[in-house]
């Protein structure tokens, strides 16, 4: 149904109509004098991308939502050779009611501009002509009337004319289209005026090739560097498919999509569009290049860990040496690492800057690299910035927003150079990099306009020893062995295949351990293949198999009685045991299966699994898994009334396949898996003596008090925090710390984490920092960045945690965890539509190459609660209603992290009857589980307390793996949540270094 706001008679042309929230106006350009039409008008919202040109006759028509544009927006109608128009939206909804005309008054020009003469004139192309094949600028939207792509050209001459302009015509699959060439000032680094007097307009056709548009008419005379565009105005076939090639030099850019739209700035890309220019052959003509002598200078100093290894001899005497030529200034300079750690100013006379140069050299180093709080802002005023740091973060990426001229400046071979040269391009600064620069080139740069040709690469120069081979134990290969240089972070994993590789020196020693194995040092040697074989721990492995053997190794599957180790995929069981005289309708049962969704209603009701409601396209699909009643096979399509009625008291199990492991047994139909139900007199029996199942209640598990301490009780301090508890002061405490590292060939993460929590008590940003530096010296290591994102997710530092989890998400990108921490981050950042992708994602299986099955339930309870919490902040139009209107909550929700797969320990939980029940991660008592963890990468176990008995409960953790002398040992995070869930919902996280649980201690106590 149409609602309109006005009448519209058949006379008036003017449309203003609403369509399920969408609104159309139509209307005429006309010249206030001439009363003619206006060809080619601007006519937008300003930066809303709701914009157009009118045509040849002056019509144009705006279509867009009611919801974009508020009654405060500004719409504004501009054309060369007129006054600019802007109303209200309020405003212009009052005038379309009168009329649909809208008139422009004409601008009278400034006469007082350039002429040019006849002086002997010389030719200069100036722009870029050498394309790239990566890169494109293109229009694909033929209702995108008004879009510009536009680059920046720099004038070197006094009174240069515009000749011609040529650019590189990749794709033209349009027929012809009309442009107009516009010509701006660039004010701050972005287009200002525009210089053109009249519509330069012109029609391209070629399919592909260089395009030649004669500028010569319109007269164009310029003095500095400007930002030339193409702006797309007409489409004369059905629909427009044009490209042009961008430079293979970096510049800048930019693009706006509509008319009235914001610009969008490129710092790395420049297009291939070049101008052949004329300027007066006199001396005269030439641009004075000699920068101007600022007044105020910011000087950023990067103090993180990595800096300690700059040639600062070097960078101080270019420093020096520009205050010298700049003789006069005020200098404030800004210490950073993982934030801002001082500043300080200083005014320089004479070019005397003897005081600032001492501080520099006095500078500690420690902690990562965060550039969230520097360039950012210019409160100081300074006219220049000079920025010594490398371009490398852990965090926040290097931008700067200040459009200011920087110079960026280092010694580091390791430098991301094409990141610096882009900042420093922003604000029409350099690049210095002095392990390639003289002195007198680099203060030529500093001194003087001098364009940045040098195009750097990134590649790391460095030569790289790498060791690569295969890791086995009798001929079988050995996946998710881990393999370390001996007293470095440096570290790698083999794959399923047993392959690594691992950069690495020869003498230096490979420490190598995998799940079950013993651990084995290898020395390496200058051969670069090194396979690696590892003997089996005899003695564990034969308790294992004893194990194994008395657990009677089979299990009722789909398939039939299977060893539950060849089982490869999910199995969820409801035996008779699990079947009583409550229930009383098969619905029940099914929905006591985890990861089946129930929805619909009447005729439209289903069984599903959650993990198969989303494709990975995002929309809902119907996943219907078939289901199977003693081995006679029922589809949902028709839906659930057709299945036959059954006596739930003969049914022996209900079991489900939820991949498409169910086409090996039931084809095309077992896609979406499958429901299988048997009853008595079809189902065979296992014969085994009936098992005792781990209940609370159960005889023979009464807790016992034992004398176990407290885990805060029990935790030794270190020989260092002994040392660092004697200080009387801050001071002394920061002189015994840097006294510390400086005796340590290799600084432990246990040193970290505790000198990080010590000086908390003295200075929380000096502790910050501290923790920080893991960043640094270990970017390569998941195992010690996830002790460092858990520590910062403990203190709520969520935007930091999230860099971190990212990072991790690079180097294990098909381990399980890796994902789901993400989810979980990006939430607690806000990012909600990424962590609600992630979600539908991980519960669908549809991430390439990883397996989320067995995380597949914390998942599902993450993904409820991230509904119950968030579902009116993204879009839920593809979850099932019965998923959404579920009730979630928990009385208490635990979970235990750790970050190590290997790792072995054994979790207790008392209730209040004094009943416990204990899970045991270890290969001993639970090899499926661990290996499962080792294959698909995951680490996180969750347990519920819900409408549980009133109390108190106690939780008690011992580990059982030894690690001596590690420096980088195993860390826990424990998450417990009161009221899981609901808006009233709390939490705390507790981190540790999990051989501090040893002996067994209690680690916590909660009252239900």
Known sequence: MKNYFFLISYFFLTTFLFAQNDITVVGYIYDSETKQSLAYVNIGFVEKAVGTVSDEGGYFQLDYSSVKISLDDVLQISSIGYETKKLKASEFYVQLGKSNKIYLKPEPFNLDEVVIGNDKRKNLTVGSSKTKENSRGYWLNKEALGGEIATKINIKHKNTRLEDLRLQVVKNNSGSIKVRVNVYEEINGMPGKNLATANMLHTISIPFGEEIIDLKPYNIVVNDNIIVSIELIQVFGSYV?????????????????????????????????????????????????????????????????????????????????????????????????????????????????DELIQYL??????????YAGILKENTFDAQTLLVFTDGNSQFEALQQLVYVPAFYINTSSDANKELLQTQANYGEGHYIDLQKSTKKDALNFMLNEIEDETVYDNVNTKVANTIYGVVTSDSLFIQGAKISIKNSYVQTISDVSGNYNIEASEDDILQVSALGMLPKDVLVSNNQNLDINLKPDGQLLEEVILKAKAKKEMVMTPYGIKDINSVGYSISEITDEDINASHQTLEQLIAKLPGVLITGIGAERRYSFLRNVFSTTGLYVDPNPIIVIDDVIYEQKDGLDYLPAIDLQTIASIKTIKSVAGTNRYGSLGAFGAIIIKTEGTSPKLIEAEKAKPSALAKGNDYIEEAITVFEINKEPSKYIKQLNAATTFEAAQNIYKSQKQQMDVVSISYVIEASEYFEKWDKDFANNILSSIAEFAYNNPKALLTLAYKLEAQKKYNEAKYIYERIAILKPTDAQSHRNLAQIYEKTEAFAEAFQLYKLMLSNSIDGVDFMGMEQVIANEFSHFLAQHRTKVDVSDIPADYLNAKFKYDKRIVFEWNEPNTEFELQFVNPQKKYFKLSHTLLDNPERMLDEVSNGYTTEEYIIDDAEAGEWIINIESLTEELNSINPTYLKYTVYKNYGLPSETYKVKVVKLSDCKPKVTFDKLVN
């Open 361 to 370: 050299k006095d500078t500690h180093y420690d902690g990562a690299t965060n």
């Open 241 to 353: 498919d044009f490209e042009v090639a961008t430079s293979r030099y970096k510049g800048k850019a930019y693009t706006r999509h509509l008319s009235q739209d914001a610009w969008k700035r490129y710092d790395e890309e420049l297009m291939a569009f070049s101008l052949r220019t004329t300027y007066p052959d006199k001396k005269s003509s030439e641009k004075d290049l000699t920068r101007i002598a600022p007044e105020y200078i910011t000087l950023y100093w990067d103090t993180s860990l990595s800096m300690q290894e700059r040639a600062i001899e070097s960078e101080l005497e270019l420093l020096s040496d520009y205050l010298k030529k700049i003789k006069t200034t005020s200098v404030e300079v800004i210490k950073f690492s993982s934030k801002i750690s001082e500043s300080k100013v200083f005014p320089i006379t004479r070019g005397k800057g």
